[in-house]
């Protein structure tokens, strides 16, 4: 069994993972993952106890239990690069003898469910809609560093966006991956699905132009006009096409759920958005 070296698996002296500070024992295997670190204290106020308190960098989480099953929620930070540290972490814990550095024998697939909040491009979905990602569209290329990313990316899809969007050649090529279909069943019965695009920013790469100019600045208007099997990309954000890719990849379940806070087609946007917030916790805690 081939044993993994401390510089690609780096443990705490404690034997905790290097940026989640946590042991296998810490984490449930049904993980609700927030960007905000203050949103998980929002998420464990829905619990009946928190039995473990961790905190490292924007990492923060809090296990304990709802209804009595056990559950984690579990802070990302913003971005693609805090979800590729996150999700293989977890795995670790997962699917990894920390001591003897062995992968283990029998594997565990970990439910993993984003809460977040995310900007509409379509006008048919107003502000304050709960909308769950039925696929992540990532713009940062992250995927395309692990072999075998093709067999869990839909190829079609990634040729008609960049057909029909006109891609640059200078940026990454897009990838797709789809939501895990059953859970993606379960979380969003009752409300909007849609594609969600993955943005590596939140400034120009969402189309947003302050004193920098945009390299192409239709692509929002573009992306809101594509279409395909009656799919369209619904909203932005910046963490799902990792969560949905690695999980996959991984054999973890996933699937992301977003009030849409802004709409970018209407102009619109929801100033206190914190009664949706509790309405998406506790329906997504309800159905897991």
């Known amino acids: ?149 093709s067999n869990v990316r839909n190829l079609t899809l990634e040729g008609e966006l960049e057909n029909q969007i006109g891609w640059p050649s200078r940026w990454p090529s897009p990838y797709v991956v789809e939501a895990d279909s059953d859970l993606l069943a379960k979380l969003s019965k009752g409300h909007p699905t849609g594609m969600t695009m993955t943005a590596s920013g939140f400034y120009g790469p969402q189309g947003r132009e302050l004193r920098l100019p945009l390299h192409y600045p239709d692509f929002n208007d573009r992306t809101t006009l594509f279409h395909y099997n009656k799919l369209k990309v619904t909203n932005f954000e910046m963490e799902t096409s990792a969560l949905y890719g690695l999980s996959k990849m991984l054999g973890h379940k996933a699937c992301t759920g977003c009030v849409i806070i802004a709409n970018r087609a209407n102009k619109t946007f929801i100033k206190d958005y914190k009664p949706k917030m509790n309405e998406l916790v506790k329906l997504v805690l309800d159905r897991i």
Do not use: C, W
């Open 1 to 149: 069994m081939k044993r993994i070296a401390e510089s690609e698996l780096v443990l705490h002296n404690d034997g905790s993972v290097y940026h989640l500070r946590l042991h296998a024992n810490e984490i449930a295997d049904k993980i609700i993952l927030v960007g905000d670190p203050g949103r998980t204290e929002l998420v464990a106020s829905f619990f009946d106890e928190v039995t473990v308190r961790r905190e490292n960098r924007e990492i923060f989480t809090r296990t304990g239990t709802y209804k009595g099953k056990k559950i984690t929620v579990l802070s990302t930070g913003m971005g693609t690069d805090n979800l590729d540290i996150v999700v293989n972490e977890l795995d670790a814990l997962a699917n990894i003898d920390l001591k003897t550095r062995t992968i283990n024998k029998k594997l565990k697939s970990l439910t993993l469910v984003r809460i977040g909040t995310s900007g509409g491009i379509q006008p048919e979905i107003p502000v304050g809609s709960l909308l769950f990602s039925s696929h992540g569209i990532g713009l940062d290329g992250l995927l395309h560093f692990y072999a075998g990313s």
